[in-house]
Nanobody
Framework: EVQLVESGGGLVQAGGSLRLSCAHS????????IGWFRQAPGKEREGVSC????????YYADSVKGRFTISSDNAKNTVDLQMNSLKPEDTAVYYC???????????????????WGQGTQVTVSS
């Protein structure tokens, strides 16, 4: 059974940084994909960043390019999202999800991802 647990959310001032972590377990295969998504109140869930373990490829939404970095820590079985230069519009609940592979289309389509974590709140004050 796939299990995903997010951590690292919190309250930060605009311009600050946070590091989110997605601890994963139970993958059936060595190759996997992890996507980070977020959902702000009253808005649809949107893709933020994705990582593929098969080739280390990554994807970033235009809104976070140059500010967020996704990485994998194999020793800890986590996929982390380093978020710098945070803006109030980054405020949302952030979720990680499990998939098989990534593409720009898939990373923008949360409905095609499998297991999800419970989410972690990120609040950026102005």
């Amino acid at each position: 059974e796939v299990q995903l647990v997010e951590s690292g959310g919190g309250l930060v001032q605009a311009g600050g940084s946070l590091r989110l972590s997605c601890a994963h377990s139970g993958f059936a295969f060595d190759d996997y994909a992890i996507g980070w998504f977020r959902q702000a109140p009253g808005k649809e869930r949107e893709g933020v960043s994705c990582f593929s373990s098969s080739d280390g490829s990554t994807y970033y939404a235009d809104s976070v390019k140059g500010r967020f970095t996704i990485s994998s820590d194999n020793a800890k079985n986590t996929v982390d999202l380093q978020m710098n230069s945070l803006k109030p519009e980054d405020t949302a609940v952030y979720y990680c999800a499990e998939g098989e592979y990534i593409s720009s289309w898939l990373c923008s389509s949360p409905e095609y991802w499998g297991s999800w974590g419970q989410g972690t709140q990120v609040t950026v004050s102005s």
